[in-house]
């Protein structure tokens, strides 16, 4: 081997062995922690009072017993970032009687069509057969959409 091939040789060991002890290192760090909840597409989160999940067509149903929001978020946007986290950080404090479905704004174009939604961080209550009951925009803060339910 000539110099330039071991130098070579050498950085890319040196290299495997620091991702490797920075994997394990991660690996430990994930086992010491408590869970976090974390909303996605395939979970759901119920707390001791309201629920925020995952939008699902049959849940719309749920407005026979309780308010139904469609907030309209994309992954993408500050703004709903910011309403998510919050949300996510509130979950104690959303009534017994509401439901918040985290509605996905690239993909619902359906929806998008049907409440006339164009652009992210949109908030649509409906009743139990999916009818517009408000539509609005915008709020950061958990309290301001809770505020906007009719």
Aim: aromatic fraction near 8%; proline fraction near 3%; include cysteine.
């Amino acid at each position: 081997m000539n110099k330039n091939t071991k130098i070579v040789f050498g950085l890319i060991s040196v290299t495997a062995i620091l991702v490797g002890i920075f994997f394990l290192n991660g690996m430990n760090d994930v086992s010491e922690k408590k869970p976090e909840v974390i909303v996605n597409k395939e979970d759901v989160v119920n707390t001791p009072s309201g629920s925020y999940e995952a939008f699902s067509i049959d849940k719309i149903s749920r407005a026979k017993t309780s308010d139904v929001v469609l907030f309209f978020n994309a992954s993408w946007c500050p703004t709903c970032r910011a309403l998510n986290k919050d949300i996510e950080e509130n979950l104690s404090s959303i009534p017994e009687n509401v439901t918040i479905l985290k509605t996905d704004y690239d993909t619902e174009t359906e929806l998008k069509k049907k409440y006339e939604v164009t652009y992210q961080h949109t908030l649509v209550q409906v009743d139990e057969s999916g009818n517009l009951i408000k539509k609005w925009s915008g709020g950061l803060k958990l309290e301001n959409l809770l505020t906007q339910i009719k």
